[in-house]
């Protein structure tokens, strides 16, 4: 008689989640049917044996990682997972402070014995968190130091080992992570970009994927036999004009491949190897025979194609599975920036079986809101490197990797990673919860806002002169009533040498002499700096000691726009940091109250201080730029994307690449990723608009009118800076200062962006302004496509309440629209073209009373000028504050007519209907200063 097996218990997740998987069978029930079910508890636990760590959330069916560290040990590099290592017993328990409270954290620690290292894993939750935070360390048990390149938090590998194995016949780009080891003879080898952190580019030819590396360098990848055929490009990246070099390719130890010598400027060489069944792929650059000097090389479009004979299995693998279908699940990166290309940070799991790259911070989410989003918290110790990948069985893979820096970890220390959190939570919640979370654990510095006004480079670039900025200044003193800008910025192009930052040729007065012409308009002097960039014609250079701190004593023409080669400063070097202390100092003392600091470049290794993180040697720099500069300062970090190593420090941040005339749109991309840090980082620099798109004198914009007035609502409406660099003083551009006007200053407010994390566009972008008469909402509604549509947007989603009777008034028609209820649908928008609108509830308690529905003296549509609204069943009270246009129109709604009773600092010069119920009052001759009021009564 045989004995029957014994059922193996369920713990309660696994039970709720076969319970539901054969109820869905059965049924024929979609996942969205089942919004009623019982919510899934966020919750993470160690496996037994403690190698794994497991997260149960909605939406995801299983979640099962590894933790890794990757280190070098005697010029060999090793990744050592929490699979291969022994797991030492019991698992330890702590608490953690946070600003959301204590979290419960559970720690498993995994033994390396050949190494004599081990990995921790850090997993924790915070009561009423919906959850995960998790953290590695390392610690070096060994007598020797080694370099600690990465710690993974998460670590999903496939089943063959590092490669994600997509469907038979696909093929798998292959990336650092990837490989099992990689030596290098200078330099660090990158994903999608060359040693030097460039597009990957080969006789002149761009490519979008690959390794980008630096002879003499061997890479090894492990293939497990799952592999027909090894594809790519070889050759000498552009960046580097001298590389002479060569490339092999060793499958299972024998050669298969020789390019050899190549230089730079030949053109790409393609590589097709047969490795079927093989184990092992090892890519090898030397140095042509002439030292590794120079020697960039790149293999671009770097992949491996599947054995279609070979099926991958990752039954019982780490791997992330979720509820639906992957093409419904959409991974978002958002700290890349598109540079002015095509959008490459978003797509379904489906269209990501090469992966996606998500540096800092990302998010998968279903188009429900069902998802997570991870990023970094904590103490600011290193930059997070992440990473999400498609598998052939609708599955994920995900990475969370803290980018250590090849730090060196002596003898009995222990280092840790970043820590991370997974917040289980709707999108606009977990962004806002992450960005409080950071501000808090990092620092922020918000207290002087952000600024409206003029600077001088998209208009004049390098080719600014004296004339133009006094052009400025006076413009300014002829009309200060409708010209108040708070900078004025001299940009690149002032300059004699770059890293001297003294008055070249153009300004012959001197640098403090037009500081001193600008502080007379009451706005900030401005000047450009590129605090780490040195001109190799610099004086300073003369003293070879100094040219200790230059990287590879070498300099190079970087662009265009440079008036010489240049070089870069090692930031960690004591001349270094002297050098830039000192023409910190020289600015201010100049008086430039302003510094945009531009390009930022520190490099990405090699530095002279060997313990710290790139993140750690970046806020150390702007530390002491900060301690330079003084806290009246003010400091705009033009780093393009959002950087956690400047928070405290700045007061401004870029946060999308240059938005000149033909690239508006494109940085629409960057830029709206953003604004949920508004006032809680710092002020976000959308970085520019234009005063006019078809101004010939100054040049077209892209998108004519319709991108026009979506770029000034999108820039008014994120309550970021405001700068324009169009030539104010010209005659042909004085029709058009009133856009200068509507722009000063930027409003208090902080936008959200509902599609976000959800859609692969976002149409819609809405602020709540909480009154006592009533919540009102302004919203921009815009076609992100180039052919015609509508746009919709549920008035709940704003913050508003679906059975309230709301008006609804349009900024750039500048007229009342009529009213509605529950959602507004626009009409059919021509390409990229918006609404721009004021959602104002007139019933209720409102409707007895005038209420103020609109106003076109401000960008913000009622909120940067209004300072009190006092209403009555007799009359309404508005006090203005200085903001905005000198002239423009108020609009209300009152069930009966309004007359001006008294008017102040400000002449009212009409009082009319503007539609059923609604009086449009025009006002002209705003007093600054004043006190500008007006009062309306009803008879």
Known sequence: MLKRKPMKKLRTPQLMNLIQRTFLLSTGLSVLQMAHAAPVPVRAT?????????????????????????????????????????????????????????????????????????????????????????????????????????????????????????????????????????????????????????????????????????????????????????????????????????????????????????????????????????KSLLLVVNDGGDGITDDHADWAEARLVVDPDVKASFAGQAALDLTGSASDWLATAYAQSTNGGPPNYIGTLSELSGGLNLREYGSLYRKDGTGFLFAPVGEPIAYLQNQITGTPDGKATLKIVSEMSGITVDPGESRAGQQAVLLMEPPRQALDRWSEWVAKTHGSRTAKGALAGWCSWYH???????????????????????????????????????????????????????????????????????????????????????????????????????????????????????????????????????????????????????????????????????????????????IIEPNRSVLGLVDAHRDSHDAHRGGVRSAINDALRSYQLNERWFAIDNDIYYIAPDASEVGNVQGGWNLHHTWLSMMGLSGGAALTSDPWHWDVLKP??????????PAKMRSEVLDLGMSKDWPRITSLIKRPSGNSAVALLWNPAEQAQSITLDLTQAGLDPARTYAVWSFWDN?????????????????????????????????????????????????????????????????????????????????????????????????????????????????????????????
């Open 46 to 278: 160690f496996s037994e044996d403690g190698r794994t760590l497991g997260i149960t959330a909605p939406g995801i069916d299983s979640f099962v990682s590894e933790f890794s560290a990757t280190v070098e040990i005697d010029g060999v590099q090793k990744v050592l997972r929490s699979s291969e290592g022994n797991p030492r017993k019991p698992s330890g328990k702590t608490v953690e402070k946070t600003p959301y409270g204590t979290a419960q954290v559970s720690v498993s620690t995994v033994e390396f014995p050949t190494e004599k290292l081990s990995v921790d894993l850090r997993a924790g939750q915070i009561p009423g968190v919906p959850g995960v935070l998790v953290q590695p360390i390392l610690h070096n048990r060994s007598s020797q130091a080694i370099k600690l390149v990465s710690l993974a938090a998460v670590d999903m590998p496939s089943s063959t080992g590092t490669l994600s194995l997509p469907r038979a016949g696909d093929k798998v780009w292959l990336n650092p992570q990837a490989a099992a080891t990689i030596r290098e003879g200078h330099g660090k080898c990158q994903a999608d970009r060359s040693t030097d952190g460039n597009p990957l580019t080969i006789g002149g030819k761009v490519f979008a994927r690959g390794l980008g590396t630096h002879a003499r360098s061997e890479i090894e990848f492990s293939l497990g036999g799952a592999f027909k055929r090894f594809q790519a490009s070889v050759g000498a990246d552009d960046e580097k004009p001298g590389a002479t070099l060569g490339f092999e390719v060793l499958v299972d130890g024998q050669k298969r491949f020789e390019s050899g010598v190549m230089k730079t400027g030949d053109a790409a060489k393609d590589v097709d190897v047969d490795v079927t069944g093989a």
């Open 460 to 638: 004049l670039t390098k080719n600014i002169k004296e004339s133009d900025v006094m052009g400025i200044v006076d413009a300014v003193k002829a009309d200060p009533t409708r010209l108040r800008p708070q900078v004025i910025q001299i940009d690149d192009g002032y300059q004699d040498i770059d890293g001297k930052w003294d008055a070249n040729e153009k300004f012959p007065k001197g640098m403090p002499y037009y500081a001193k012409r600008i502080a007379e308009t009451g706005a900030r002097p401005g000047i450009w700096m590129a605090m780490t960039m040195i001109g190799v014609k610099h004086p300073w250079l003369q003293d070879p000691a100094n040219m200790e701190a230059v990287w590879d004593k070498k300099f190079k023409l970087e662009s265009g726009f440079r008036p010489d080669e240049s070089g870069w400063l090692d930031p960690t070097h004591p001349r270094a940091i002297a050098h830039i202390t000192e023409r910190i100092r020289h600015a201010v003392d100049s008086g430039f109250t302003y510094l945009k600091l531009d390009f930022n470049n520190i490099g990405n290794g090699g530095w002279y201080e060997k313990k710290k993180t790139s993140l750690q040697i970046m806020r150390e720099h702007y530390q002491r730029i900060r301690k330079a500069a003084g806290e009246d300062t003010y400091i705009l970090a033009c």
């Open 815 to 939: 007229k009342f629209l009529g009213t509605t209820k529950g959602t507004w649908s626009t009409p059919s928008l021509e390409g990229w073209a918006c609404q721009h609108l004021v959602f104002t509830p007139i019933d209720g308690a409102a409707a007895d009373k005038p209420v103020l529905i609109g106003s076109d003296l401000h960008i913000s549509s009622a909120v940067a000028e209004i300072k009190t609204i006092t209403t009555s069943r007799k009359g309404i009270m508005v006090s203005l504050t200085d903001a905005g246009a000198r002239e423009g129109k108020l609009f209300f709604h009152s069930t009966k007519p309004l007359k001006l009773k008294k008017a102040t600092g400000l002449e009212v010069r009409t009082v009319e209907p503007a539609g059923e119920k609604v009086w449009s009052i025009e006002i002209r001759n705003r007093q600054a200063h004043s006190g500008q009021s007006l009062q309306l009564i009803t008879p």
């Open 736 to 745: 058009q200062r009133r856009t200068v006007e509507i722009m000063q200053p």
